[in-house]
């Protein structure tokens, strides 16, 4: 893949910690991570589980505070937002897909895709679905529910949804844990096309074939980046 201008980070961390209590005392999930994030960037994040992968993801997310350091995403400070700014700051400039396709069952792909939309009292809610679903390439299945449609383009409707209106971060976590090999790479190829000039996409799997769609892999231990974070191949996919 073609790497895009550099441009300012789109997402900085700075000696990022995450500790949660338990039982047997604080246990340690993100242990100091220091990292920087272009913006047009397509990044993967590999690893074992257990190895904080998805809690990075949630981070940058703001869905996950970090116990220590620094968080800033698009320009915005963590530290400065409260609850309601994360949330704005999500709704205008971060999307979100997750392993499961959270798609109401009872709506089409486009009324799942512009509902979001709808909660945000935007007007143009449905001609933004239409233009999200014809980007994943489902404008043919618009009209279609989630159980008349397979799991891969059951998770390229949640990818519309989370593109719908227009964020600068693109974030996935795990999005092919629900589906078999060949459509898995089908949507990690599609997200990695994602990213550009303007968007941002970062995507956490265990499929450590990423390295020819991605600008970037990140690979992560223990909590810590690990020490051979490697640039991917510029290699078209």
């Known amino acids: 893949m073609d790497r895009p201008l550099k441009h300012a980070p789109a997402i900085k961390l700075e000696d990022v910690h995450v500790t949660l209590p338990s039982r047997a005392g604080p246990v340690a999930i993100l242990r100091g991570i220091d990292l920087e994030v272009g913006t047009g960037d397509a990044v993967a994040v590999v690893g074992p589980s257990g190895s904080g992968k998805s809690t990075l993801l ?15 995403v698009v320009g915005a400070d963590f530290a400065t937002l409260n609850e309601d700014g994360l949330a704005r700051l999500r709704a205008a400039n971060i999307g979100i897909v997750f392993q499961s396709f959270h798609l109401v069952p009872t709506m089409t792909a486009i009324e799942n895709v512009a509902l979001p939309l709808e909660f945000l009292d935007q007007d143009d809610a449905f001609i933004k679905a239409r233009a999200s679903l014809a980007e994943v390439g489902l404008s043919h ?55 550009g000039v303007a968007r941002t996409v970062i995507v956490v799997t265990h499929d450590t074939g990423v390295a020819e769609r991605a600008h970037r892999i ?14 991917a191949s510029t290699t078209p996919a």
Do not use: C, K, Y
């Not at 949630?58 to 800033?72: I, S």
């Not at 990140?218 to 640039?231: C, F, W």
């Open 58 to 72: 949630m981070v940058v997310a703001g869905l996950e505070a970090a116990t220590g350091g620094r968080v800033n």
């Open 218 to 231: 990140i690979r992560m231990q223990d909590g810590r980046l690990a020490p051979d974070l490697v640039e």
């Open 141 to 195: 299945r618009e009209a279609h529910f989630p159980g008349q449609l397979s799991g891969g383009e059951q998770q390229r409707v949640a990818i519309a949804r989370a593109l719908a209106n227009a964020p600068h971060v693109l974030l996935a976590d795990e999005p092919t844990g629900n589906l078999d090999t060949a459509t898995g790479a089908e949507i990690l190829h599609l997200l990695m096309s994602l990213s």
